[in-house]
């Protein structure tokens, strides 16, 4: 029988089960935060279970990721740019859910309704002060958007001990943001179901928030695998497709920043 060589440049990919277990772990996981919200029996079990099997699953997913483009090289250069593309295509996906969600904010607040008493923000509602806890997150976003940028820099020279380090600060400065955005919230003396203001609030600054959390997770699995060198010797196209989240975060963050804290204040 005759063997055929593969002489094309793209990735057949296998067959994996992990893209549906992870999309079945997420339903699971938010049918519990609905259980959740209403009080349902059941719903932080449900919830824990959801969120164990969901780190399983993209633990999995990734170390696959890893072993087909790191040990069994078939992520060439094509492959390379088309999963750039692709990272791409995604963002820009997150950019039109952000959109339609401050489309609601800003409906809302230009043209407030006649139930809200045709005021915004609504009488009973204590805005934030956007001069503390903001403001620091914003410096803190603002400065870990510099450091992924120098990781990045210092990885194309191969300098691996540099990279590691602002690669380490810019997830420190993550895990920051994310510590004060909880504690914004403890302090906050409305909630989410007060008004239409409050649920825009929580719903950008949660969704943000959300994505922060993710971004974070995307780095650390980058600075493990420049830890063991996968970066050094092959294109570091996780740590690119990382920082471009990274970035699409800080600047969604300045353009909340400054309508839901500055401008809806």
């Known amino acids: 029988m005759k ?13 994996s089960p992990w893209p549906f277990m992870v999309s079945i772990s997420v339903l699971y996981l938010i049918i519990s ?29 990734i170390m696959e990721i890893i072993n087909e483009g790191v040990y069994r090289g078939e992520h060439t250069k094509k492959v390379q740019n088309l999963l750039l593309y692709g990272f791409i295509l ?11 969600l401050f489309f609601s904010f800003f409906y809302n607040s230009l043209i ?10 609504p009488l009973g509602i204590s805005i934030l002060n956007p001069d503390s806890i903001p403001l620091y997150n914003t410096m803190l976003l603002y400065v870990s958007g510099i450091t992924i940028t120098i990781s990045q820099n210092y990885i194309n020279k191969k300098n691996k001990d540099e990279s590691l380090f602002f690669l380490f600060i810019t997830i420190f400065l993550g895990t920051l943001f994310s510590i004060h955005q909880y504690l914004e919230y403890l302090w906050a ?8 203001y409050s649920t825009c609030f929580y719903i950008l600054t949660g969704f943000h928030g959300l994505h922060v959390i993710i971004g974070s997770i995307l780095l650390l699995v980058s600075l493990i695998r420049l830890i ?13 497709t ?24």
């Open 90 to 100: 995604f963002v820009i996906s997150e950019i039109s859910i952000f959109t339609r």
């Open 3 to 15: 063997s055929f060589k593969i002489s094309h440049p793209y990735h057949i990919v296998n067959f």
């Open 33 to 61: 935060f609905l259980m959740i919200l209403q009080n349902k029996s059941g719903r932080y079990i449900l919830f824990w279970l959801a969120f164990t099997f969901l780190n399983i699953c993209i633990y999995n997913w």
């Open 112 to 121: 407030p309704s006649v139930e809200l008493g045709c005021d915004w923000p």
């Open 189 to 196: 003396n409305f909630t989410i179901s007060d008004s239409i």
């Open 242 to 265: 990382s920082a471009i989240y990274w970035h699409f975060v800080d600047y969604v963050w300045l353009v909340l920043y400054g309508a839901l804290y500055c401008w809806g204040s």
């Open 228 to 240: 063991f060198n996968q970066f050094i010797y092959n294109n570091p196209i996780g740590l690119n």
